[in-house]
């Protein structure tokens, strides 16, 4: 049935070719082994450009993950409801869903992803989708699916659709042999999880697609996202979200890292900004497309002591997950991220004493109201 549709659509576009048939011809086909466009040498597709009154139309895949829902929240302030849309395999709350436009989408179904971003007009494309490290790393092969081939179908859609793409990276793009405090933007990686294998193969598609295609792709490196709304994911970096949540409830917590370990974190305002930012930044003002972006580094000791000035009689106690620990003891410590605040004036608002006491005024307030209930 592919070779099929692959020959109706070669004679549809011979019997299009004007005069003796000399123009370039473009045929599109669907295969494991290519890209879905075969194009000219001189192809170049670039994202729309919008005036003062107008406002690009979002889809966000992955939509109900950590950072999903947050930048939607962002975003629909910014631009309108209805201009920003979340998508995701699952099924939303009924805040999420009551809160604007949502739509089932499987970054693995290419054509209903194609169908969502012709039949909405979008012009901008977050791809959140991914298995996190811990997770990626007990089920492989899902993690290769979703984090790599689903990037493929992303990339072809956004080139061929003129799209604006963000898709974030990880400070396990890096590995041990990657220097470590700092960790510059450019340097050698070679990560050990799938997960940072995945998110190094979609910085340099998505630099070879802007540099072959004239995508406008766009990439930031996250450092380990602290926020208090969220239910930790899988990620190695949780256990500085599931300390705050166990203070309150029991007054207890058991990390999965040495409290020794020096991760760089960055609280989700912090994250969602730049992530703004960085859309919104003019294409002449970035001098590469995939940038580190930092706030502040601790270690879980260095937490601990944080939060019990707040809550005095935390127990804290350290059973080593040795998977977790391997996998952070490849990451960057630190990140050097002066490139993003050079081009596109990136600042951060948050350093550890903001982050401790945002968290607790948050989730406090969220177990008296329970509480109350």
Not at 102 to 127: A, C, G, M, P
Request: aromatic fraction near 10%; include cysteine; charge should be neutral.
């Amino acid at each position: 049935m592919p070779m099929i549709r692959a020959f109706s659509k070669v004679a549809k576009d011979l019997f299009r070719t004007k005069g003796c048939g000399c123009e370039p011809l473009i045929v599109s086909v669907r295969s494991i082994t290519f890209s879905p466009r075969q194009v000219t040498t001189d192809a170049s597709f670039h994202s729309v450009s919008f005036s003062e009154t107008d406002h690009p139309k979002v889809l966000i895949t992955g939509g109900l993950g950590q950072l999903g829902v947050g930048l939607a929240k962002l975003l629909r302030k910014r631009f309108g409801k209805n201009n920003v849309i979340l998508s995701d395999i699952r099924k939303p709350s009924s805040d999420v869903y009551h809160s604007g436009p949502f739509i089932y989408s499987d970054i693995l179904d290419y054509k209903n992803l194609r169908e969502i971003v012709v039949n909405n007009r979008i012009t901008w494309l977050v791809h959140y989708s991914a298995l996190l490290s811990a997770v990626g790393e007990a089920n492989v092969s899902l993690a290769r699916d979703v984090n790599i081939t689903g990037l493929h179908n992303i990339l072809d859609i956004s080139a061929e659709h003129g799209l604006r793409l963000f898709v974030p990276s990880t400070i396990g793009a890096f590995g041990p042999t990657s220097p470590r405090n700092p960790t510059p933007d450019l340097c050698i990686q070679r990560p050990r999880t799938i997960y940072g294998v995945s998110k190094v193969h979609a910085e340099l598609m998505g630099e070879y697609y802007h540099h072959r295609y004239g995508l406008d792709f766009r990439c930031l490196r996250y450092p380990g996202i602290i926020s208090a709304d969220s239910q930790p994911g899988g990620g190695t970096t949780d256990y500085a979200v599931q300390i705050f949540h166990d203070a309150v409830k029991s007054g207890k917590f058991v990390c999965n890292l040495r409290p020794d370990t020096r991760l760089p974190m960055m609280f989700i305002d912090d994250c969602l900004r730049a992530t703004l930012e960085v859309l919104e930044a003019p294409a002449e003002s970035l001098s590469m497309r995939t940038y580190n972006i930092n706030a502040m580094s601790f270690t879980p000791e260095e937490l601990t002591k944080e939060v019990q000035k707040q809550l005095p009689d935390l127990q804290v106690t350290y059973e080593i997950d040795p998977v977790r620990q391997a996998i952070a003891d490849s990451w960057p410590m630190n990140f050097d991220d002066h490139n993003a605040r050079k081009d596109w004036g990136w600042k951060h608002d948050y350093d550890l004493p903001e982050l401790v006491q945002t968290m607790f005024n948050f989730i406090g307030s969220e177990s008296r109201l329970a509480h109350a209930n």
